[in-house]
């Protein structure tokens, strides 16, 4: 059954990619390109109107991770932006899946970014923080081979937290997006009994909690569990040993990755985060 899951899931993964440049080829769009990004807007839409704002923002959250994750990445990614899921060229991308998918922003299999600008309430800000987020995919793939994800998921939901903390505040710190993250994730973990460990071994297919009848997705929480998880690592220890975790790591060898940088179980840091997680 789980063969059959995967086989499905990555049928339709492929689909998508491929529907996605057939739909938007035949679609007119305005162009806006910047260092690092190359944005696709409908004309005369809210999108339009706000680009240069949220690319400015976007550009200012691939400056962030640079700097947050020692890093010097140097790429331009593709980045189609819809005023709504229900909107034009958006729409009959969905329809040409067959089902009801319901992923208002997402990265396809080439590094394409998409993103429907009803999901942040046409906020330009909040726009350029879920431009992060699926930034932060592009990095994982094409330069840190991460294969777990759990642990994308979570890095990324970090990379859009901290960025919009700092962005709003001009300061963000772990222990910051701990706190704010705690109440919820405290009761999910108890309600649930989902530790981090279990939510990094799974797939893609078991991680979106996807079925081959059904394919919403009820499991945003562990995002945020994996982005907290993340955050106190990061808070206990420097980021160039998270960067040595995240390389080639997969949902298999994540916790032997993690010895293997940090010099410590998986096992032991997870009831440490846990430990810290049910206090008042």
Known sequence: ??????????LQIIILTSCARFVLEDKEFSVYETEHFVFFCQPDSKMEKDIQKIASYSEKGFAFFNDFMDTNINIKIDTYLFDSQDSTSYSKLLKSLNYEFDFPAFTDLNGTIYLCYDYVDFDYSLASEVVLHEATHVIQNTFLYIFAPGIYEGHAEFMELKFGLYKNNGYSS?????????????????KKNEMPSFIFGLNFAEFQGLSINDFKRETGYRYDIGASFIAFIIDKYDIKKLKNWFYKTNKDNFKQNFKNSYGVDFDTEEKNWYNLLMKE
Do not use: A, R
Request: glycine letters at 0%.
């Open 174 to 190: 772990e222990s910051t997006i701990f706190s704010n993250l705690q109440p919820q994730i405290k009761n999910i973990v108890l």
């Open 1 to 10: 059954m789980k063969f059959k899951l995967l086989i499905v899931v990555l």
